[in-house]
T-cell receptor, first 114, second 109 residues
Framework: IAGITQAPTSQILAAGRRMTLRCTQD?????MYWYRQDLGLGLRLIHYSNTAGTTGKGEVPDGYSVSRANTDDFPLTLASAVPSQTSVYFC?????????????FGPGTRLTVL | GQNIDQPTEMTATEGAIVQINCTYQ??????LFWYQQHAGEAPTFLSY??LDGLEEKGRFSSFLSRSKGYSYLLLKELQMKDSASYLC??????????WGAGTKLIIKP
């Protein structure tokens, strides 16, 4: 693995189903983030984690949950999917001890909820 | 509220220079980022400004004026592969990134 990986690449999901989007990084970054990207809007932060064992809510957390059991993994769960959660989801990570704390992104998961 | 403004779309000619502007109103300022995003791909980091002035990196330069809440990304010697969306983001007082909607740059031969 080099950088950040996300799975699945894309998914079509029936409304009401539970879904977990996976994110793994091998850069030993302490901070990780989940964003959604919708046409015409900027990236919006869903949840973040500054270090393993801690998580925080972003701008649009409702309907989503996360966990951070270790440094490398940061899964995002939709407990009961709704059509408004149709979006492209990006996971990102950063080394907050660095000068700029630049975020690096995974390839994204395209999710469609019907 | 917090706001990042960028033009929605710009068109430029191969070999030319283009300037993409970004204005921001945020609660606090802890740095400004520019990212490039090709269609269907992830955003990739281009530049970071935290102090006023120009940062040059090859064909790309980024400028910041904190007093004016303004930045621009300057792309020189445009190539067809520069066709992409360019995202401006500001880190606010909570140390979270606030993102603009992006500027779609179309390069014509």
């Amino acid at each position: 693995i080099a950088g950040i990986t996300q799975a699945p690449t894309s998914q079509i999901l029936a409304a009401g189903r539970r879904m977990t989007l996976r994110c793994t990084q091998d850069m030993r970054h302490n901070a990780m983030y989940w964003y959604r990207q919708d046409l015409g809007l900027g990236l919006r932060l869903i949840h973040y984690s500054n270090t393993a064992g801690t998580t925080g809510k972003g701008e649009v957390p409702d309907g989503y949950s996360v966990s951070r059991a270790n440094t490398d993994d940061f899964p995002l769960t939709l407990a009961s999917a709704v059509p408004s959660q149709t979006s492209v989801y990006f996971c990102a990570s950063s080394d907050s001890s660095g000068t700029s704390d630049t975020q690096y992104f995974g390839p994204g998961t395209r999710l469609t909820v019907l | 509220g917090q706001n990042i403004d960028q033009p929605t779309e710009m068109t430029a000619t191969e070999g030319a220079i283009v300037q993409i502007n970004c204005t921001y109103q945020t609660s606090g300022f802890n740095g400004l980022f520019w990212y490039q995003q090709h269609a269907g791909e992830a955003p990739t980091f281009l530049s970071y400004n935290v102090l006023d002035g120009l940062e040059e990196k090859g064909r790309f330069s980024s400028f910041l004026s904190r007093s004016k809440g303004y930045s621009y990304l300057l792309l020189k010697e445009l190539q067809m592969k520069d066709s992409a969306s360019y995202l401006c983001a500001v880190r606010d007082s909570n140390y979270q990134l606030i993102w603009g909607a992006g500027t779609k740059l179309i390069i014509k031969p």
